[in-house]
């Protein structure tokens, strides 16, 4: 199966760095998608990103698919963007994402 | 909004108990999935489903099944319960997706559950 790669796996900042995050996969995708776990657990959606370049405030992602990854951009960080990302991408025509092993990030005060 | 709804957040059984996580969405979605999250491991796929009484085997089924009577439960079922299936669960759902279409994952807020 496709094989996804987060890094790095573990991240601290301070309030108000900036952070870049990485995902590559081992073959082409037509959907990848960005998730936030929350320190309680919940998985929201970020991004739908298979190609091109999104912004959504101080969050942005690009995915270069013909190099095989994606990148997540994180300005001027808060203690609420702590949490696990996690990368998920898929191929052909139905959806079955794969999972990357996520990046957990601890923005202090 | 969509919903998804797991019906308990904290679950302790023993042992070789039958166990059975439920999930419930309600926004008409076709696919619906079981994942297990482990520290370090990321999310694995156990078990999904495209429909009504309809289920595949995803990555790490061993030791589990499912259930789909209805379009908007899935059940996870531990037929007997080991301690290495101490874990967290999530359910999510989407509507089926085409080639270049999306189609979000919508996820419920997990079920740990401890197996002693």
């Known amino acids: 199966g496709i094989q996804v790669e987060q890094s790095p796996p573990d991240l601290i900042l301070q309030e108000g760095a900036n952070s870049t995050l990485r995902c590559n996969f081992s073959?082409?995708?037509?959907?990848l998608q960005w998730f936030h776990q929350n320190p309680w657990g919940q998985l929201i959606n970020l991004f739908y990103i298979p190609s091109g370049t999104k912004q959504n405030g101080r969050l942005s992602a690009t995915t270069v698919a013909t190099e095989r990854y994606s990148l997540l951009y994180i300005s001027s960080s808060q203690t609420t963007d702590s949490g696990v990302y996690f990368c998920?991408?898929?191929?052909?025509?139905?959806?079955?994402?794969?999972f990357g092993r996520g990046t957990s990030l601890i923005v202090h005060p | 909004d969509v919903k998804v709804t797991q019906s308990s957040r904290y679950l302790v059984k023993r042992t070789g108990e039958k166990v059975f996580l439920e999930c419930v969405q309600d926004?008409?979605?076709?696919?619906m999935f079981w994942y297990r999250q482990d520290p370090g491991l990321g999310l694995r796929l156990i078990y999904f489903?495209?429909?009504?009484?309809?289920?595949e085997k995803g990555d790490i089924p061993e030791g589990y099944s499912v259930s789909r009577e209805k379009k908007e439960r899935f059940s996870l079922i531990l037929e007997s319960a080991s301690t290495n299936q101490t874990s967290m669960y999530l359910c999510a759902s989407s509507l089926p997706a085409t080639v270049g279409s999306y189609s979000p994952l919508h996820f419920g807020n997990g079920t740990r559950l401890t197996v002693t």
């Open positions: 489903s495209y429909d009504v009484k309809m289920k």
């Open positions: 926004m008409d979605h076709e696919n």
């Open positions: 998920a991408v898929a191929r052909g025509g139905s959806y079955i994402p794969t």
């Open positions: 073959d082409s995708v037509n959907n």
